[in-house]
């Protein structure tokens, strides 16, 4: 059964960001009135990418050719210790929730300098607003983990996710978390309405603004990281919300298909916000990161005072 589920848990961190990104696409054109691209429509762009010859500026340093590469590590890395099913995790050791952050965090600093080595002020621009994001996000992510942490008294992440017991204060924590993370996601993996990924006015782009440089198989490798990255938030968010832990007699199955039936709606709600709001002012952006920032912390704070912490 651990062979079943680490083959699952490869096939979805590597193939589902194709169809991912087809769904949100899909469910964009539909509402707009347009039939539009197919679902695996990603992977074409990939290949037209793969078999171009990539083209440098004279001011890029041997970090700019390695940057995205490096990042495509990190999240492949950081999507290994990620959960896909409740209770179970392809690494997994005592802190490993902390490694998950900060391999996020450090191909985040490696695009950024990336970004910075073009000598672009429009580049540096994006790199400038992605380091704000991600001081705003950090501490969301961690209270995040360290919430789940507190509800179910472990420090690894797949035990993090672990299945819900079915009390009410359980479901409420569980859904707090997910209004936090779901927010991170939106934030992190620049879409609507915290960026847009479709716009190409460099006066708004928050990282598409940082691979404007890229281009060939570098351009396709950043692509699917951020793909990847996509994939793996709501990846975690499924496994948050699925009510079946894998290994639990004849869950597994069940576990698997909830994860994936979890995936396409999370992708269904991503492409209906994007339809639905605007893109928000960068001022109006910290308001809507202290939402998420509120709704974990009153779920910490929850946690903590139903355990005794609190007298």
């Known amino acids: 059964m651990r062979i079943a589920l680490v083959v699952f848990h490869l096939v979805v961190l590597t193939v589902a960001p194709i169809f991912l990104i087809g769904v949100i696409n899909r469910v964009k054109s539909l509402w707009a009135g347009r039939r539009g691209p197919a679902l695996y429509q990603l992977w074409f762009d990939l290949t037209r990418l793969l078999c171009k010859t990539p083209v440098y500026s004279w001011n890029t340093s041997w970090l700019f050719p390695i940057a995205p590469y490096f990042v495509l590590a990190t999240t492949i890395c950081a999507g290994l210790i990620a959960p896909a099913v409740p ?3 392809v690494i997994s050791f005592p802190g490993d929730l902390i490694l998950f952050a900060y391999l996020l965090a450090f191909g985040r600093i490696v695009l950024m300098l990336s ?3 073009t000598a672009s002020a429009f ?3 994006g790199a400038s607003r992605e380091a704000t994001n991600s001081a705003l996000l950090e501490p969301v992510l961690l209270l995040i983990v360290g919430t789940l942490g507190c509800l179910n008294n472990v420090m690894s992440f797949q035990d993090l996710v672990s299945g819900s017991t079915g009390s009410g204060f359980d479901m409420c924590v569980r859904i707090a978390i997910v209004f936090a ?37 570098e351009l396709a490798t950043v692509q699917y990281a951020a793909a990847m990255k996509t994939t793996l938030f709501a990846m975690v968010i499924a496994a948050i919300a699925n009510p079946f832990p894998a290994g639990d007699g004849g869950f597994t199955v069940l576990s698997m298909a909830a994860t994936l039936l979890l995936l396409v709606i999370l992708a269904g709600g991503i492409g209906l916000i994007e339809s639905l709001t605007a893109r928000l002012r960068f001022r109006a952006l910290p308001l809507f990161i202290r939402a998420g920032f509120l709704a ?9 005072a139903r355990q005794g912490g609190l007298k």
Do not use: K, N
Not at 189 to 213: F, W
Not at 296 to 304: D, G, K, P, Y
């Open 296 to 304: 974990v912390v009153i779920a910490l704070i929850a946690v903590v």
């Open 115 to 117: 970004a910075l080595d």
């Open 181 to 217: 993370l779901f927010i991170v996601l939106l934030v992190e993996c620049s879409r609507v309405p915290a960026d847009d990924p479709a716009t190409h006015l460099e006066l708004t782009m928050v990282h598409e603004v940082m691979v404007l440089d890229h281009s060939g198989p």
């Open 87 to 89: 209770g179970f995790a």
């Open 123 to 125: 580049e540096g621009m």
